[in-house]
């Protein structure tokens, strides 16, 4: 992982980011007031040489902590990246981002989760990064993934289904990123068969979805999300755009928090992964449908060898796409890709 | 990969690997006779002292290679290892072992097969061991892989399949092995259902297929085979013997080439693997239920959550186990384990 820059340098021992959550949780309990140094050190039970150091760990990582001789450490401001102490602050989860792994910049989230999923880390734990040099959609794509503005997103699930049931998966996250992009926007985020989010029918998320399976068993399933939220017009390709924009062409102007966001859909993968393992796929389906900017509309569907049009009925128990051809006979779709037909 | 002792020590240039084998085949060519130094060293155009060195290299790798002062050299013997030089001499395939790499002993093939796909290795790769410290059978199993007998395999396929076919190479490899053992031996070796091969109903052979895959497109599968051909019986857990044995029980005492084993084993999967992609998937399914150990028989059915009892009535289109309940009613199994009931 050489060409990696971790967020936190070196890893640092575990001990070392106890503390420095411990610290900035002590500065944000006193919100606006200031904590002397006398005090920062008895209730974090380190020296003030310790304090000093912390402090400046967490600076570098973005916080604005403000340092007064006489009155002692105030946190003026907290920044939005996607680091743990900021994803797992206030996180309501079990699972999600019970263990966060941050990066300023990676090739893909997706091939560090797969290597760490090899090497037996937990369900759950999510990798993020700032940046991606070569993010990765379905089949080989691009994805671009420019700094400052977007949320890179890989989790890692064990679950017990077999392979062809991945799409369960798939589904369910794209329930979790529409649900979480209306939980915190006014944007009426709709999904499109069988990854993608879209927002006023331009693209503001993919989803990806690789695993490791036994022919009957799945090994591990790597959830790669990404999402372009406060990303600049001039980085995303054609036909894509961000919730930023959608949020100003509604004559909204603000940043949307990129860690509020994150938080958020992880806590939506939690419910609706648990939903999911309690009651099935059924109730993600039905939440599916009523987020669909396709059923009933009229599609092409471009496959490997061949291209078809026909209406989009509906989604059946496998999460395969139900196509009405004009014949009348319905087709299953569990590959490929999907035009709206104006 | 430091736990490996590769046969050939460290990884030699490709150039050695080629010399070698030119030498090689000079002598194998000569049969029974003397080649002369003066004219090994003109055919395979080297000096006395190259010809000396990879001589020694391949008397270290199980060649019995004699030097006369005045004769020359002459190959009196080659060894039935699972080595490249064997496993490629003669071998009628051209995807299949293509690439040969061996290992005296690893953790597990189908591990390191799945390290070499995920950096790009090609189509038809084959990873070959003596020994494996780890061998793995399905669901995390232990696949007893002892020194001097057996034929561990793993190779690498990379078909443009969606993930829910891969049960179609799983049985696709049991016809192969099948096949291959009837082909050199009068054993009558039968396949029960999903991937065990057995003889006088013992289990020989077990397959373990995995994958990398996306939710609707296969990346590449490992294919991996543990047979145990001349295994001493004392290596071999419950319920398994080794081909030895049985055709000792036949009253046929004879050791079985490891090497013509394999290098048939290669020929049946490049056979049936180009029959599944030319003609598709029906030709296989025929040729595995003349061979299966078990349609029509009454079985039982071990799935994770349940047991049930019923008769092996057909394969489907996918490679689905379709039992026949007691009820009359037809159920279709894609994972579990199978029992058969007498």
Not at 44 to 63: C, F, M, N, Q, T
Not at 242 to 254: A, M, P, T, V
Request: charged share 25%.
């Amino acid at each position: 992982m050489s060409a990696i820059n971790n967020f936190e340098g070196h890893p640092p021992t575990i001990q070392g980011r106890m503390l420095d959550e411990k610290i900035l949780n002590i500065l944000r309990n006193s919100s606006d007031s200031y904590v002397s140094g006398e005090e920062l050190c008895k209730l974090a039970d380190v020296s003030r040489a310790a304090i000093w150091k912390h402090v400046e760990k967490l600076r570098e990582e973005g916080y604005d902590i403000e340092a007064s001789p006489h009155l002692g450490y105030r946190l003026v401001d907290i920044p939005d990246s996607l680091i743990p102490s900021e994803i797992k602050y206030a996180l309501k989860t079990k699972v999600f981002g019970k263990e966060v792994i941050s990066y300023k910049k990676v090739d893909s989230t997706n091939t560090i989760a797969y290597e760490l999923a090899e090497k037996g880390i937990g369900e759950g734990a999510s990798i993020f990064a700032e940046e991606q040099a070569r993010g990765r959609g379905r089949h080989g794509r691009h994805w671009y993934s420019p700094a400052k503005g977007g949320i890179y997103l890989s989790c890692i699930l064990r679950p017990k289904i077999a392979p062809n049931e991945i799409s369960k998966i798939t589904l369910l996250a794209a329930v979790a990123v529409a649900k979480s992009i209306r939980n915190l926007s006014p944007l009426n985020a709709m999904i499109k068969w069988p990854n993608d989010i879209l927002v006023n029918n331009k693209k503001v998320c993919g989803i990806l979805t690789e695993m490791k399976a036994e022919q009957d068993r799945v090994d591990f399933i790597i959830l790669g999300i990404g999402l372009n939220v406060n990303t600049q017009a001039r980085h995303l390709p054609k036909g894509a755009t961000c919730l930023k924009d959608e949020l100003c062409h509604s004559k909204i102007e603000r940043d949307i928090s990129r860690v509020e966001l994150a938080r958020n859909i992880l806590e939506n993968l939690e419910e609706y992964y648990s939903i999911l393992k309690k009651e099935g796929f059924k109730p993600i389906i039905e939440e599916w449908k009523s987020l669909s900017a396709m059923l009933g509309s009229r599609i092409r569907v471009i496959l490997q060898n061949r291209t078809f049009e026909g209406q989009a009925h509906n989604i059946d128990e496998n999460g395969s796409l139900v196509v009405r051809l004009d014949s009348g006979v319905l087709e299953r779709v569990s590959s490929g890709d999907i035009i709206m037909v104006r």
